[in-house]
């Protein structure tokens, strides 16, 4: 992914305008969606994101190499896996049952079962999904990112099947200011979703191995 790929955000809610914001500022074409008219969020995106451009989701996808969902995860069942075939998709969704009602297929948490991101990129068979940007509350993505090399950067992580893929959104996930640490597979994704190790946290490149590290040995 090149600082020209063009992002769509699909979410306009809490994360996503701020992964809309530090994707701008790292020189990225960004435009956002809800599942609504564009009309809609026109004023508060000028406001908020400057620079973003609101439209349909199916255009902003249409238009896009990269797109992040950033919608509540019983809201993308909604969302038809064709309109997201070809495209690198970042899921930053969580399976948070207090918002999204039990949903029986995303049951079993962090260390059983299947990630919640493995269970979305089977229902996108044709997209190439990372796991990405996920497991740091949004206050804390926009006020903790810092440019490469700085002291007190910290790290995020992302996971993904797809080599090239993931080498995309650890790109991404670099300029927009954090270290990316890279979890091998979509599997490996596990340790970013609620009940993992890093889940909520905002930790430091060794610290954030250290405790995926320690995870993985308790679990074994
Ligand atoms: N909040 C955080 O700190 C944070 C951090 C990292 C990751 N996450 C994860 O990101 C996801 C979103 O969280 P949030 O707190 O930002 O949610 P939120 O504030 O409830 O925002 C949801 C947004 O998604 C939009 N939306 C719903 N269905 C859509 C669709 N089909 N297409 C496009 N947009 C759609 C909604 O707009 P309409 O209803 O108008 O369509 C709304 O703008 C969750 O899974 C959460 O776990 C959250």
């Known amino acids: 992914m090149t600082s020209h790929s063009r992002l769509a955000?699909?979410?306009?809610?809490?994360?996503g305008p701020v992964i809309a914001r530090l994707a701008l500022r790292a020189g990225y074409p960004?435009?956002?969606?809800?599942?609504?008219?564009?009309?809609?969020?026109?004023?508060?995106?000028?406001?908020v994101i400057p620079g973003a451009e609101p439209r349909w989701a199916s255009d902003a996808v249409a238009d896009a190499d990269t797109v992040?969902?950033?919608?509540?995860?019983?809201r993308f069942l909604e969302v038809d896996p064709g309109l997201l075939a070809g495209k690198l998709?970042?899921?930053a969704m969580n399976y948070w049952p207090a918002s999204d009602g039990v949903l029986a297929a995303f049951e079993g948490g962090a260390s059983i079962?299947?990630?919640?991101?493995?269970?979305?990129?089977?229902?996108?068979?044709?997209s190439a999904v990372v796991k990405a940007l996920n497991h740091i509350g949004y206050h804390e993505l926009e006020?903790?990112?810092?440019?490469?090399?700085a002291p007190d950067r910290r790290a995020a992580g992302l996971a993904g099947d797809d080599p090239a893929a993931v080498a995309a959104v650890a790109d991404l996930t670099d300029r927009i200011g954090y270290d990316p640490v890279r979890l091998g597979s979509l599997r490996a994704g596990r340790v970013?979703?609620?009940?993992?190790?890093?889940?909520?946290?905002?930790l430091t490149l060794p610290e954030f191995e250290?405790?995926?590290?320690?995870?993985?040995?308790?679990?074994s």
């Open 68 to 74: 992040v969902l950033a919608m509540p995860l019983h």
């Open 192 to 202: 970013l979703q609620p009940g993992g190790p890093v889940f909520g946290q905002v």
């Open 30 to 47: 960004v435009t956002i969606a809800t599942s609504g008219d564009p009309d809609d969020i026109a004023l508060i995106t000028e406001l």
């Open 210 to 219: 250290r405790a995926v590290d320690e995870d993985a040995r308790s679990l």
């Open 9 to 15: 955000v699909l979410g306009a809610g809490h994360v």
């Open 113 to 126: 079962g299947s990630g919640s991101s493995e269970i979305v990129a089977r229902r996108l068979a044709g």
């Open 89 to 91: 998709v970042v899921d």
């Open 143 to 149: 006020d903790r990112a810092r440019p490469a090399g």
